[in-house]
């Protein structure tokens, strides 16, 4: 591998803290009667001692997503969010607001028309200037962050809200490391990009959404003479006792990985050997390493099923398994649904009861080599 420099600061020292070996593009949804093999890239995940990013070490030039269904829990979040950061007096009716969206969903703008606030486009600049999962897709990460605070009025803020480091290292999440998702953010590692750009964050909230996701507040240095609030003080307390800045703790991950690709597999084994039937439900890009590096193929997982009509009849990208319509949950009367997004238990078990009622039961994968299996 090349000299790695950083996507925020351009420092060239730091750690492989993940190493996934080689894995297809997570977006790659190939046709069932293409065989593959897919094409794969290295993916690892890299701590800038200097800044703190943790950060893709190497870019892959991957293919598009075909666009998911929105999940009911994002959904969910984004309203709770929008009136939280109301009731900070951060949108005001007749503000401006510019959005960063993510590829997978999730705009805010609806909610935002709502309390009066109207959209710019076209790079215009905005009183409040929102990045929902946005800029993590960017791989020049400090460019990005440039353009969106460029489009900042005075006295104007920048909303950014990110799946939290701190979580994914707390709870061992390693398959949140993906191709085309650059950075994974701690509140430390922001505060050092925004700092470099003469912003500093003000607030912040936390939501339980993909184990904790954070919603930071930022403002220019200039007019935030009282720095970051106490909510920005408890998140960086947080990371710093969870260790996102120190590479031996972040290198869990790879501990983590291990044990949920064994647990996983050894459950598949098991289920097969005892006669019951598996289906797995969400074919998400979290679950495509998983999948590989468990060596899980059709045999084991039949099928995986996902409401999405862009992912069925495709199969998942580095193994044979099928997507399917979720009807097929009913008509196939699994033993159990191996769940590949763990934020959708209750949304799913309240849209397919048809699995319960027939004496099957739902697997939250990510209990899988962690601790004891449930429901
Ligand atoms: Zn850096």
């Not at 500093?200 to 507040?217: I, K, N």
């Not at 999948?291 to 044979?320: F, H, I, W």
């Not at 159990?336 to 763990?342: D, E, K, N, P």
Request: glycine letters at 10%.
């Amino acid at each position: 591998m090349g000299e790695i420099a950083c996507r925020a600061c351009r420092g060239h020292t730091g750690h492989l803290v993940l190493d996934l070996g080689e894995q297809p593009a997570c977006d790659y949804f190939p046709p069932c009667d293409n065989p593959g093999p897919d094409p794969v890239y290295p993916l690892q995940m890299w701590l800038c001692s200097s800044c703190g990013l943790a950060q893709l070490a190497v870019d892959a030039t991957v293919p598009e997503e075909p666009r998911g269904a929105e999940p009911a829990a994002l959904v969910a979040q984004a309203a709770d969010a929008v009136r939280r950061v109301a009731a900070a007096g951060l949108l005001p009716a007749g503000a401006r607001v510019a959005e960063y969206g993510s590829p997978h969903g999730g705009s805010w703008l609806g909610l935002l028309a709502d309390r009066g606030l109207t959209p710019v486009r076209n790079g215009g600049r905005a009183d409040v200037v929102l990045d929902c999962f946005g800029l993590m897709h960017a791989a020049d990460q400090s460019a990005a962050l440039a353009e969106r605070l460029a489009r900042v009025v005075p006295g104007g803020v920048l909303l950014l809200q990110y799946h939290s480091l701190e979580t994914i290292v707390r709870c061992g999440q390693w398959n949140a490391l993906r191709h085309g998702h650059y950075a994974y953010y701690s509140t430390a590692a922001l505060t050092a990009m925004l700092a470099a750009q003469g912003f500093c964050p003000r607030t912040a909230w936390h939501f339980t959404l993909y184990g904790g996701t954070v919603l930071l507040a930022a403002k220019r240095d200039t007019e935030s003479p009282a720095g970051p609030d106490d909510a920005v003080q408890e998140l960086l307390v947080d990371e710093a006792r969870a260790g996102v800045l120190d590479p031996a703790l972040v290198l869990g991950l790879q501990v983590s990985a291990r044990a949920h690709v064994k647990g996983l597999h050894d459950w598949l084994l098991a289920e097969r050997s005892a006669g019951r039937t598996v289906l797995g439900y969400g074919a998400a890009s979290r679950a495509v390493s998983l999948l590989r590096r468990a060596e899980a193929d059709r045999a084991l997982l039949p099928a995986v099923a996902d409401a999405s009509p862009a992912k069925q009849g495709l199969r998942m990208p580095g193994t044979n398994i099928p997507v399917v319509h979720p009807a097929e949950l009913a008509e196939r009367r699994p033993d159990s649904v191996l769940l590949f997004l763990a934020d959708l238990l209750p949304e799913v078990r309240a849209a397919f009861p048809e699995v319960e009622d027939a004496g099957g039961r739902w697997v939250n994968v990510e209990t899988l080599g962690r601790c004891p299996v449930g429901g």
